[in-house]
C-alpha cells in the first residue's frame, strides 16, 4: 500500500486546513486510518484514527472538538479537517494504513505503511 498525504500549508491561528491521504495498491477498507504528527527532536505523536468502514473513531485529547477523522472509501483517501488550529499543531503530519483494531492505533509501531508526511505550520 502507497500513501501520499498532501493538503499542508501555512495558517494563521484559529484557522483551518484539510488534510488529505491518498492509498493506492491495496484494499483501502480493510485498514483503519490514522494521523500522527511529528516536531523536530519528539517522537511521533498520535492525532486522530478511524476504521476501515469508517464507523468508529479516535481522537488524542490534545485535538478532540477542533479535528475531524474521515474517510471515503470509494476514493481510497482519508481526511483530516483541522479547525480552530493553534502554533501547538505545527509538525509534519503522517498517515498510516493499520490492522489493529480502532483503540489500538495510538501507537505508531502497530501500523503497517506511512506516507511521507505534510508540512503544517500555524502562526501566531
Known amino acids: 500500500v502507497q500513501l501520499q498525504a498532501s493538503g499542508g500549508g501555512l495558517v494563521q491561528a484559529g484557522g483551518s486546513l484539510r488534510l488529505s491521504c491518498a492509498a493506492s495498491g491495496g484494499t483501502f477498507d480493510n485498514y483503519n486510518m490514522g494521523w500522527f504528527r511529528q516536531t523536530p527532536g519528539k517522537e511521533r505523536e498520535f492525532v486522530a484514527a478511524i476504521a476501515g468502514s469508517g464507523d468508529s473513531t479516535d481522537y488524542a485529547e490534545s485535538v478532540k472538538g477542533r479535528f475531524t477523522i474521515s474517510r471515503d472509501n470509494a476514493k481510497s483517501t482519508v481526511y483530516l479537517q483541522m479547525n480552530s488550529m493553534n502554533p501547538e499543531d505545527t509538525a509534519v503530519y503522517y498517515c498510516?494504513?493499520?490492522?489493529?483494531?480502532?483503540?489500538?492505533?495510538?501507537?505508531?509501531?502497530?501500523?503497517?505503511?506511512w506516507g511521507q508526511g505534510t508540512q503544517v505550520t500555524v502562526s501566531s
Open positions: 498510516g494504513a493499520s490492522r489493529w483494531g480502532i483503540r489500538l492505533l495510538n501507537t505508531p509501531t502497530r501500523y503497517d505503511y
